[in-house]
């Protein structure tokens, strides 16, 4: 019974990703989630459905549009399959407790569009930011953090990457992030409290460096962009689930 649970679990994250690419598509466009239904944004073509069933479809169409031929972004299986693992491992982690089970879910599908978004367009809009605060304060009042935590934690978490922001912008003259960044360590830190911020700035730092580096060497650009939310949602991801702490891992890897 608990493998069929779990296969159940792990097909509706596949369905739900497909709705969150709709989202990540969608939203900055500007247009409805409810119509029209999917279509290529190449050719235009409405997608049938049998075209439309995550994962297995972009497998059988090799990646490319039935009618046109375009490529089909990697995004799409990827975000699919990516949010069917997390939703089984949140089920895993939670299932026994519903409210951090249905916490844990929301705040996943708002981190996967917030990087979706932020890895396509540089953009890391309100309409997810704002309510993902105002969220996870209301979780705080009876999940951990608790309200304090929380509510420091959004304030700190928009506050410290502000000050960054304007001490990099004196330093530089130039703008390191932008402030969709500082709303979106405010959800963070509502989320997660004020404990978490330096594991999760730590944490996403040290992975933006990681393949920044290497991106910046290959386009050859000192200044290359990068979509600093991505890095930021899999960091928060990771402290949320596996709940790291990053001070008991250094002192064991100190000798």
């Not at 409405?46 to 375009?70: E, F, H, M, T």
């Not at 990068?226 to 000798?255: C, H, N, Q, T």
């Amino acid at each position: 019974m608990e493998v069929a649970v779990r296969v159940f679990v792990f097909l509706f994250g596949l369905a739900w990703g497909s709705f969150l690419n709709v989202v990540i598509y969608r939203v900055p466009e500007g247009i409805s989630l409810l119509k029209p239904r999917s279509f290529c944004p190449v050719c235009g073509n409405p997608i049938k459905w049998y075209d439309n069933i995550p994962v297995l479809s972009y497998i059988l169409l090799r990646g490319r549009c039935r009618y046109c031929g375009a490529t089909i972004p990697i995004r799409y299986p990827l975000v699919e399959l990516w949010t069917g693992l997390t939703f089984l491992l949140l089920w895993a982690n939670f299932s026994p407790h519903v409210p951090e089970l249905l916490r844990g879910l929301i705040f996943t599908s708002l981190l996967i569009v917030l990087a979706g978004i932020d890895a396509t367009k540089m953009l890391l809009p309100d309409i997810f930011t704002l309510p993902g605060i105002l969220t996870g304060v209301l979780f705080s009042l009876f999940l951990r953090p608790g309200i304090k935590s929380s509510l420091l934690g959004a304030a700190l978490g928009y506050g410290s990457l502000w000050l960054f922001y304007k001490l990099f912008l004196l330093a530089t003259g130039k703008e390191g992030m932008g402030f969709g960044d500082f709303k979106m360590f405010a959800m963070v830190g509502a989320f997660l409290g004020v404990e978490n911020l330096i594991p999760v700035l730590l944490i996403s730092s040290l992975t933006g460096v990681l393949v920044g580096l290497p991106m910046m060497i290959i386009k050859k650009k000192r200044d290359l962009a990068l979509p600093f939310g991505v890095f930021m949602a899999l960091a928060s991801w990771l402290i949320y689930v596996f709940k790291i702490d990053l001070i008991e891992v250094s002192l064991r890897l100190m000798p």
